[in-house]
């Protein structure tokens, strides 16, 4: 008899099957090809209009982009991101440790302030501040019920600048408390238990174990509310804080150059949310040492990676 295996052998090789002569063929996209003329279509009639259309004045945009009054405006606002990020960010950790904790009136009365401020805009958030002094005229801090050691006028405590960093501030302390309870759901509950076993406190647990395991959820996030902050703060010009837009607003009413102004600001924000984006990718590698074993590209490497692909990908082509 003969064998299955000897068969095959016998059977004759086809040809022009062997790996050898197999030519791989790309596969074709031509979708792609047509999105990335489209949009190269769309960006070409956007530097068009930008460079034909006389009424964008860059030469107004050049003289005014770097005057000292846009320059103290940009810092005013950098200035509230920061503090009105630093309480939230502090507010946020306190709320979501409360909301929490085992004990209902800490968690009912993080989950009323949490309710409160995001369900509330926070221009009317502002709006209420700055006018504080309708229903408080005098503020006092003491004892409760007791001897007052500080009391004034609430217009001389609450300035309008004060009024701007509560109301981003507090307001932007409800989103952080979500954000902060969120990563601290994210650790595994198996390391608590651990590091309870080990002996260490509730707060050592929190400060030592739980906290820097969070970071990694809670990074992202708050990069973006930073973000985020940094444009909001532009509602403070309502109430009179001399912050960058409200500082544009101040010379276009008086020159009547109101588009190159706003381009003045627009370039201005789109700067520092980019400073903003770079420190923010840093900050999330940094948290990812202990998460993967090779870190992700910087943004220059990635930037080289993505036009050594095209440029790899147009010579294969050719």
Do not use: C
Not at 40 to 55: D, E, G, I, Y
Not at 75 to 93: F, K
Not at 217 to 237: H, R
Not at 282 to 298: I, T
């Amino acid at each position: 008899m003969v064998s299955n295996r000897e068969l095959t052998d016998l059977q004759p090789e086809p040809t022009g099957t062997r790996a050898a002569d197999i030519r791989a063929v790309p596969v074709r996209h031509p979708g792609r090809w047509l999105g990335a003329a489209a949009v190269a279509v769309l960006m070409a009639q956007l530097v068009h209009t930008l460079l034909t259309n006389h009424r964008f004045e860059w030469g107004v945009v050049g003289q005014y982009f770097t005057t000292k009054s846009v320059l103290v405006g940009l810092l005013h606002t950098v200035e509230l991101t920061v503090l009105a990020m630093a309480i939230g960010i502090s507010l946020g950790v306190i709320l979501a440790i409360m909301r929490l904790s085992q004990n209902r009136v800490l968690s009912m009365t993080s989950w009323a302030y949490i309710w409160f401020f995001r369900g509330t805009p926070l221009l009317v958030q502002l709006i209420f501040w700055y006018n504080l002094s309708a229903l408080f005229p005098r503020l006092s801090v003491g004892v409760p019920f007791g001897p007052e050691f500080i009391s004034g006028s609430a217009n001389a405590f609450i300035t309008t600048y004060v009024a701007g960093i509560l109301g981003l501030g507090l307001n932007e302390g409800a989103y952080m408390a979500e954000i902060v309870r969120a990563g601290i759901l994210s650790v595994d509950e198996g390391q608590v238990e651990a590091a309870y076993s080990l002996g260490l406190k509730r707060v050592q647990v929190l400060w030592r174990i739980v906290l820097p395991q969070a970071m990694k959820v809670v990074i992202p996030p708050t990069g973006n509310q930073t973000i985020g902050m940094l444009k909001s703060s532009s509602l403070v010009s309502v109430i009179s804080v001399p912050e960058l837009l409200f500082t544009v607003q101040i010379i276009y009413a008086r020159t009547y150059q109101t588009i190159p102004l706003l381009i003045v600001a627009s370039l201005w924000y789109l700067a520092v949310t980019t400073v903003l984006t770079i420190g923010q990718y840093y900050v999330e590698r940094h948290f990812a040492k202990g998460a993967s074993r090779q870190l992700p590209p910087s943004p220059l490497r990635k930037l080289g990676n993505d036009l050594k692909a095209i440029y790899d990908a147009r010579r294969y082509v050719h």
